[in-house]
């Protein structure tokens, strides 16, 4: 056996023993992959990503910034806008709006006597918080063809410090509006053992994959020798 054959299969087996060793590191870096620490990011991401994929259901009211500016002795200064149309006080008589007294939890244009439009007397329904927060937005687009010129209380700071007020002007006060917590909808759970044991599998399938194609290697550099140790056509 020749030495250029020797040198051939040591180097097959040596190509062979390096393509395995490659692969088992690409498995260990897809199964440990290393995340630096958040601190040493340039900017901070979330650290931890939960298991379950959520969406959060956004509730439009009310809002923090609503809750937070209840303030019955502000509203009474806002309320000096609406006086010239309406009283909040007890046996307080109607203007050109109705009297606001017990105004807050009562059905909608149910004032006896008063005269309303067609619109507001089509809406049905109650003055809850959230109703009355819409319509001191904007009136008119809260109540088609409203009598109500008004054009409204844009900041809603504003408006929430008014509808205090108007909770306490009554006979039995209704209960205050407590915060609203959101809703979590879950939408998909992705189980981490599962992608772990895929991982694995490629792991696997890679290594065998490698020790095929390394005895495929040999075997040709050993057919290759044996054609080489031949002798000649004709000869002894």
């Known amino acids: 056996m020749s030495g250029l054959f020797v040198n051939k299969v040591l180097g097959a087996l040596l190509a062979s023993g390096l393509g395995i060793i490659m692969i088992n590191k ?10 630096p620490d958040p601190e040493k ?26 809750l937070g500016a209840r303030d019955a002795a502000k509203g009474a200064k806002v309320f ?3 006086k010239s ?43 809850g918080y959230e ?9 008119k687009d809260y109540v088609s063809k409203t009598k109500m010129s008004f054009n409204g209380l844009k900041k809603e700071t ?13 006979d039995t006060p209704q209960q205050q509006l407590f915060a609203q917590t959101q809703e979590t909808v879950a939408l998909t759970e992705i189980p981490t053992d599962v992608t772990e044991e895929v991982l694995q599998d490629t792991a696997t399938t890679l290594e065998d994959t490698s020790l095929e194609m390394a005895g495929d290697v040999v075997e040709d550099v050993i057919k290759d020798g044996v054609e080489e140790t031949k002798p000649a056509d004709g000869g002894h």
């Open 131 to 139: 109703e009355l927060d819409k319509f001191l937005t904007k009136p």
């Open 80 to 82: 000096k806008k609406c």
């Open 158 to 170: 504003d408006r929430a410090a008014l509808i205090e007020f108007l909770r306490l002007a009554a």
């Open 26 to 35: 690409f498995s260990n870096v897809v199964m440990h992959a290393e995340v």
């Open 85 to 127: 149309c309406h009283t909040a006080v007890v046996g307080g008589k109607d203007g050109t709006g109705p009297a606001l007294w017990n105004i807050v939890g009562k059905p909608m244009a149910s004032t006896a006597g008063f005269s309303y439009s067609s619109g507001m007397t089509a809406m049905g329904g109650t003055w």
């Open 41 to 66: 990011f340039a900017y901070s991401l979330a650290v931890e990503a939960p298991s379950t994929h959520e969406a959060v259901v956004e509730i439009a009211f009310p809002s923090p910034a609503w």
